[in-house]
């Protein structure tokens, strides 16, 4: 006879394999029920328009949470791994490779019939301790590169994507190209991001690389000069012809006007020149934001209604993830990002008991929007 232990770890399984009747039974007593069903999940309105609707995950959570595994497999058919394809998550020596978590998740990806977005392969940030006091002037395009091939080798033609270099503009670098003063700029060279976007093509054929930036969403000044210099790095990688795709990360904030043109503009010139765009990392950060729970959330949904429908509407915009499935363990809880009034922010489509925000609502609206591919422009 099972005893309660072994039920529960079979319960777990199941949810795993059968996303779909968990959460409608895991959410049978609410109202909103019927909602994250199969027919009204996310991945069903998205898949009816072509689109890819993903989200970050986490492994340990996808294996300790089936609640939390349910609603990934039933709502998303694209991951992305939030910390676990990271240098430091992938690099414990500087002579080491462990792919354990990161092979967890495209086991689940692959066992939901789910795509996989890897991120990433350069970046200023989570880098291991051992890098300050390893890498070197004289070793560090061999550092970039072995990384390079040896991760996007690992992962050859089973991902859809790779973010090969993140955020590597920076207004307030001193430099007229506004690259970002790193390590890898100062120790590999200027040259260091197509030196990453080189190996990784070479390492995984398949993959769409892409360069993915935040800070270039609205029509401020800071954000209008920080896209200026992207779309001037990527039209750089693009006469190599060793990019493909532009991840626009769209961090936003309470308060922000999407309405502008700006970003449009920048998308309709990026599919000139037959490049697709991400919506990478979205979410709302209601950190300052004043009013009711009730408020806020509204301002949450009117951000995601407005920004995706006007991305939507653009058809090189091929996929939209949030940072993040629920706010129960959104990055935007961490102390950086703490409210004031120690109220938990709720920038995602599901709440910290797994319920539908009226974010879900306003995402799940805004790819019911994304126009007919005869009528996109
Ligand atoms: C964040 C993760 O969400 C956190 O858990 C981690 O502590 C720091 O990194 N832009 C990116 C992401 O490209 O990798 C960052 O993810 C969020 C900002």
Redesign the pocket.
Known sequence: MLNRRDFLKISAAVAAVSPLSAVRAQSSSTDSSSEVSAANSLRAHAEQHGLLVGC?V?PERLANDAQYAALVAGQINLLVA??AM?WHALRPAPDKFDFTAADAILAFAESHNQKLRG??LC?H??LPDWFASTVTKANARQTLTKHIETVAGHFAGKLHSW?VV??AIDPASPRPDGLRVSPWLELAGEDYIELAFRTARQADPKALLTY?D?GIELDTPKHVDKRAKVLALVQRLHKSGIIDAVGV?S?LSAGDDVSGTGLRDFVRELRGMGLQVFI??LDVNTQKAQGTVADRDAEVARIYREYLTHMLAESNVTAALT??ITDRYT?LN?PRYARPDGQRQRPLPFDADYKPTSAFFAERAALDSRPAAADRL
Do not use: F, L, P, V
Request: hydrophobic share 25%; no cysteine; aromatic share 18%.
């Open positions: 970050a986490a939030e910390n990271k991120h990433n970046w940030e989570a973010d993140n955020e993915n935040y990360q961090h990478t990392e940072w993040g990055w961490s």
